[in-house]
C-alpha cells in the first residue's frame, strides 16, 4: 500500500545535539508537512512544502529546519535540541487534487531531548 | 483567541448513546473543516469532512457547520468502544494567506460498556 515512513519511531537525545527525522512516502503527493503534537496543545505545523522547490514556515518553526530531497522525502532537523522540543512528531501529506486538504499521516516519531 | 478551539474535556458516554463534540474557529474566510480521530498511540486519520453549513452524514457520524456562528461539530451515534479516541477538529485558515490547516487541542471521548 502507498504509505507515509517516519524513521526513526522512537529517539533520545541530549540537549545541544543535532537531530535529523525522516520521511518518505509513496502516495505520489506533492505536498508535505511536519507537525508536533504536545500533550493539550494539539497538532501544530511546523513546516510544509507545496513542491520540491517550496519551503514554507509553519506557526512553530523557530529551532527547525527542513529539508525536500525529493518529492517523496521531506527531513525535519533539530540543530541543537533542547528539552522543550521533547515531543510527538508527525509527517504528512495531501493531494491537493483530490479531497481538499484531506492529510495522511505517517506513524510518528517520539521525540525525547534529556 | 486560538485559531480552532475545542473547550470540552474528556467525554464519557455509555454506549449506544450520542456523543457531541464542538469546535470553533476564528478564521471568517475558512471553507474547508474537518474531524480527525486519534487512538492513543497512533496517527490522525479523517472521518469528516464538511464544507457547506448544514448537515453532513457518514454512517454513524455526522457533522454540522454553520459559519455565520463559526462553529463545527461532530455527533457519534449509537456510540461503540471502538469510537474511544481523541477527535480533533482542524480547519484551512485560508483567509490568513496561507493554505494550511489549524487544529484544535482534541476531545477525548470514553464510551463506557
Known amino acids: 500500500d502507498a504509505d507515509v515512513t517516519q524513521t526513526p519511531r522512537n529517539r533520545i537525545t541530549k540537549t545541544g545535539k543535532r537531530i535529523m527525522l525522516e520521511c518518505s512516502q509513496t502516495?505520489?503527493?506533492?505536498?508535505m508537512y511536519w507537525y508536533r503534537q504536545d500533550p493539550g496543545l494539539g497538532l501544530r505545523l511546523i513546516y510544509y512544502?507545496?513542491?520540491?522547490?517550496?519551503?514554507n514556515k509553519g506557526e512553530i518553526s523557530d529551532g527547525y529546519s527542513v529539508s525536500r530531497q525529493a518529492q517523496a522525502k521531506f527531513s525535519l532537523s533539530l540543530e541543537s535540541a533542547i528539552p522543550n522540543q521533547t515531543a510527538l512528531y508527525f509527517c504528512?501529506?495531501?493531494?491537493?487534487?483530490?479531497?481538499?486538504?484531506?492529510?495522511?499521516f505517517g506513524s510518528g516519531t517520539q521525540l525525547s531531548v534529556l | 483567541q486560538k485559531e480552532v478551539e475545542q473547550n470540552s474535556g474528556p467525554l464519557s458516554v455509555p454506549e449506544g448513546a450520542i456523543a457531541s463534540l464542538n469546535c470553533t474557529y476564528s478564521?471568517?474566510?475558512?471553507?474547508?473543516f474537518f474531524w480527525y480521530r486519534q487512538y492513543s498511540g497512533k496517527s490522525p486519520e479523517l472521518i469528516m469532512s464538511?464544507?457547506?453549513?448544514g448537515d453532513k452524514e457518514d454512517g454513524r457520524f455526522t457533522a454540522q457547520l454553520n459559519k455565520a456562528s463559526q462553529y463545527v461539530s461532530l455527533l457519534i451515534r449509537d456510540s461503540q468502544p471502538s469510537d474511544s479516541a481523541t477527535y480533533l477538529c482542524?480547519?484551512?485558515?485560508f483567509g490568513y494567506g496561507n493554505n494550511r490547516l489549524a487544529f484544535g487541542k482534541g476531545n477525548q471521548v470514553v464510551v463506557i460498556p
Open positions: 502516495k505520489g503527493h506533492d505536498r
Open positions: 482542524a480547519v484551512n485558515m
Open positions: 504528512a501529506t495531501s493531494d491537493p487534487g483530490s479531497d481538499n486538504e484531506k492529510l495522511f
Open positions: 464538511i464544507y457547506s453549513n
Open positions: 512544502s507545496f513542491d520540491v522547490k517550496d519551503i
Open positions: 478564521d471568517r474566510g475558512s471553507q474547508s
